[in-house]
Nanobody, 124 residues
Framework: QVQLVESGGGLVQAGGSLRLSCAAS????????MGWFRQAPGKEREFVAA????????YYANSLKGRFTMSRDNARNTVHLQMNSLKPEDTAVYYC?????????????????WGQGTQVTVSS
């Protein structure tokens, strides 16, 4: 089981940036596809981005392409989500997740381990 701890959330004005981090422990980190998801109040949890085991492949929700960038550092067992040009509609709790899939997956059900989430609030 992967233990995941997110950090880096906070309050930012529209147009600003935040960098989320997720630290993993307890496993061989490079064996896992990693994903970011988010859940806004009253809405279902949705896919944000995912990165392959080596970090060479990434995939983003269509609405977020060009603003969000996901990366990983397998030597430090961490993944990051750089979020630029933030909008009020980006306000949500952001979750880091790990999947044992062989390649990038976007379905929530493919991810077996989840962090506790970090709140991102974007003010207008």
């Amino acid at each position: 089981q992967v233990q995941l701890v997110e950090s880096g959330g906070g309050l930012v004005q529209a147009g600003g940036s935040l960098r989320l981090s997720c630290a993993a422990s307890g496993v061989t980190f490079s064996s896992y596809v990693m994903g970011w998801f988010r859940q806004a109040p009253g809405k279902e949890r949705e896919f944000v981005a995912a990165i392959g085991r080596s970090g060479s492949d990434t995939y983003y929700a269509n609405s977020l392409k060009g603003r969000f960038t996901m990366s990983r550092d397998n030597a430090r067992n961490t993944v990051h989500l750089q979020m630029n040009s933030l909008k009020p509609e980006d306000t949500a709790v952001y979750y880091c997740a790990a999947s044992g899939a062989a390649s990038i997956v976007t379905s929530l059900n493919a991810y077996r381990s989840w962090g506790q989430g970090t709140q991102v609030t974007v003010s207008s």
